[in-house]
C-alpha cells in the first residue's frame, strides 16, 4: 500500500514564476491537508479538502496561494508569482474519511531565487 | 493566539537511557494528540496518538501521557536508539468546528549519543 506521494520533491522556481505542488493521498483516503515548514520550525496547517471542495483555507495566504483536489487526480497546491518568502517545505497529508490520523508525504522543497 | 507548545527545543541522551519530550497545549477543548516523528529531509512520521479520554497509552517502545489539569503531553522513550534521533512535534486537534486540522508544537530534537 504506497503511501502519501508527492512531487516533486525540490522545485526551484525564479520570484515570479508559477509554483504546482501535487499531492496523491494513500488508497482510500478522502481527505488532504496542506502545511507549510520553515527550517528549524513545526508545520503550519494550510488548507483542508475532500474531493471538489474545499472544506477549510484558514491558513492560506489570501493572495497567490490556491489548491484544489479534482475528482480524479492528485490535489494540487498552487503558488503564483512567488517570492523569496515562499521557500520552504510543503507537506501534504491525508486521512480517511471519519478519522483524525494523518500520514505525511515525503514534502515538496521549493527554493526562490 | 492557542497554540502547542514545548518546553525543551534540544534534548541530548545516551544509548539505552531513557527519552522525555515535554509539550504543553493551550486549548481544553483540544481532544485528541499525536507526537510525530521527523528525520531530517523526511516528511513527519506518526508515531502515537491519545484522546482526551485517556491520560496514558502505550505502543512499542513509546509511551504517551497526558495531563489534562496543567495541559501537558510527554512522549516517552525507552532504551533509546541512535535510530530514534530526529525531531519529534506533538500535534493536537482542537475538536472544534475546525475539522480535522492539526496545531503542531515547535518541534523538540533528539539526540542520541552512542
Known amino acids: 500500500n504506497a503511501g502519501v506521494m508527492q512531487n516533486p520533491r525540490h522545485l526551484v522556481r525564479r520570484r515570479g514564476q508559477e509554483a504546482r505542488l501535487r499531492c496523491s493521498p494513500m488508497?482510500?483516503?478522502?481527505?488532504v491537508y496542506w502545511y507549510r515548514q520553515l527550517p528549524e520550525e513545526g508545520l503550519k496547517f494550510m488548507v483542508y479538502?475532500?474531493?471538489?471542495?474545499?472544506?477549510?483555507e484558514s491558513g492560506m495566504p489570501k493572495e497567490r496561494f490556491s489548491a484544489e483536489f479534482p475528482k480524479e487526480g492528485p490535489s494540487i497546491l498552487r503558488i503564483q508569482q512567488v517570492v523569496r518568502g515562499d521557500s520552504a517545505a510543503y507537506f501534504c497529508?491525508?486521512?480517511?474519511?471519519?478519522?483524525?490520523?494523518?500520514?505525511f508525504g515525503p514534502g515538496t522543497r521549493l527554493t526562490v531565487t | 493566539g492557542e497554540s502547542v507548545g514545548l518546553h525543551l527545543p534540544t534534548l541530548s541522551v545516551q544509548e539505552g537511557d531513557n527519552s522525555i519530550i515535554n509539550c504543553a497545549y493551550s486549548n481544553s477543548a483540544s481532544d485528541y494528540f499525536i507526537w510525530y516523528k521527523q528525520e531530517s529531509g523526511k516528511g513527519p512520521q506518526f508515531i502515537i496518538d491519545?484522546?482526551?479520554?485517556?491520560d496514558k497509552r502505550q505502543g512499542q517502545r513509546v509511551t504517551v501521557l497526558l495531563n489534562k489539569t496543567v495541559k501537558h503531553l510527554s512522549l516517552q522513550i525507552a532504551a533509546t536508539q541512535p535510530g530514534d534521533s530526529a525531531v519529534y512535534f506533538c500535534a493536537e486537534n482542537r475538536g472544534d468546528n475546525a475539522g480535522n486540522m492539526l496545531t503542531f508544537g515547535g518541534g523538540t530534537r533528539l539526540m542520541v549519543k552512542p
Open positions: 488508497k482510500g483516503h478522502s481527505h
Open positions: 497529508a491525508s486521512s480517511p474519511l471519519g478519522s483524525y490520523e494523518q500520514y
Open positions: 491519545i484522546r482526551s479520554n485517556m
Open positions: 479538502l475532500q474531493k471538489e471542495n474545499i472544506i477549510d
